[in-house]
């Protein structure tokens, strides 16, 4: 067995940076349903890796979506179902439990000999052999930008626009309480080095369909608010709106755009499962909610999955959300 390595600060340690010391056969192993922190940081690792002559494979339990077609080499990152070894090092990124793999990581067990665990998630479960947790990142994508620096690797524009495009989503476009001094610094040194924030910004926002305002309308009547206007949310049935919608208009920010709104929460039924959204404001910690129905997250963001109806889903999330509101309140 390995010993475990745990790292807490924003520089890699020698033991974070050892496996990437040499060369061989990486794997950038995703999490389900990716985003741009979990896909920008593999793809910035695993492209610097092939510079320095690394064979690097990409992919994860569920394809890239078509809002991030314009990051630099997402068209190699596939959606994998069985894992052919051997593999030198396989890399996670932004995943903070290992059963947010569909179980690839078992195989990778299998397969690798080498599991390094990098994120920026408190519930972090360091699964990994090498685990690298750094809480105090805005996203991923910072330390990925610190693991270069360290490793002294290029950062190219292709790099520079997934490191940037990490963080740019994880913060609200650099709107939210994670955004520190240091993302600046980063987000400089990253458009320094050929990242173009007009084109990631219009990439992500201004990309829309002909038909998508209208169905965002459709979707936004569905948009609650709480009688004392502490709580925000939005329940979608199946099929109210097209999936490509839900998925590119990040709809729990516009309940959460509402003054008095404490948490907002965005329910999706989906195959018989609610997907659930919770965004909080700071004086609520979204993550201990979505933790009672084995969910996770940020104190700020963070989500679960609910089995059941959507009406009786929605009742019980709700409740939880009101007890912790309400707590919130009274302290
Ligand atoms: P989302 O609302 O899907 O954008 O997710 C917000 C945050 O919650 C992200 O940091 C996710 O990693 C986390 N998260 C979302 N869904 C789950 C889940 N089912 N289990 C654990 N963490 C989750
Ligand atoms: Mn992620
Ligand atoms: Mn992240």
Redesign the pocket.
């Known amino acids: 067995m390995s010993p475990i390595v745990e790292h807490s600060t924003p520089v890699p340690s020698a033991a974070v940076l050892g496996p990437f010391g040499g060369g061989g056969h990486a794997l950038m192993l995703g999490h389900v349903?990716p985003?741009a922190d979990v896909l920008g940081t593999l793809l910035a690792l695993g492209l610097a890796l092939e510079g320095r002559g690394w064979t690097v494979t990409y992919g994860g339990p569920h394809p890239a979506p078509a809002l991030l077609a314009f990051l630099p080499g997402v068209e190699r990152y596939r959606t994998l179902t069985m894992l052919d070894g051997p593999i030198d090092v396989v890399v996670l990124t932004?995943c903070?439990?290992p059963q947010?793999t569909e179980g690839l990581i078992e195989q990778a067990r299998r397969v690798g000999k080498l599991i390094v665990n990098i994120d920026h998630?408190p519930d972090n479960r360091r699964y990994g052999d090498v685990n690298w947790v750094d809480t105090s990142a805005a996203a991923t994508g910072e330390m990925i930008y610190e693991l270069l620096t360290a490793l002294g690797a290029p950062l190219t524009p292709a790099v520079a626009t997934n490191l940037f495009t990490a963080i740019h989503t994880d913060t609200g476009s650099f709107r939210y309480s994670n955004v520190t001094p240091r993302t600046f610094a980063i987000a400089a040194a990253l458009v320094a080095a050929g990242a173009r924030p007009e084109v990631v910004s219009e990439s992500l926002y201004e990309r829309r369909a002909p038909d998508a305002l209208r169905w965002l309308g459709e979707a936004l009547t569905r948009v609650e608010i709480s009688e004392d206007g502490r709580l925000g949310w939005l329940a979608l049935p199946t099929g109210l709106v097209p999936e490509r919608i839900v998925e590119s208009e990040e709809l729990?920010n516009y309940p959460r755009s509402v003054a008095s709104v404490r948490v907002a929460c965005l329910l999706r039924e989906r195959d018989g499962e609610v997907?659930v959204?919770?965004r909080g404001k700071g004086d609520v910690d979204v993550q201990k909610i979505?933790a009672q129905f084995?969910?996770?997250?940020?104190v700020n963001?963070?989500?679960?999955?609910v089995i059941g109806p959507l009406p009786e889903a929605t009742r019980v999330v709700l409740a939880a959300v009101r007890r912790a509101v309400d707590g919130s309140r009274m302290s």
């Open positions: 349903h985003d932004d903070p439990n947010r998630h729990v997907k959204s919770l979505a084995g969910g996770g997250g940020h963001a963070a989500g679960c999955t």
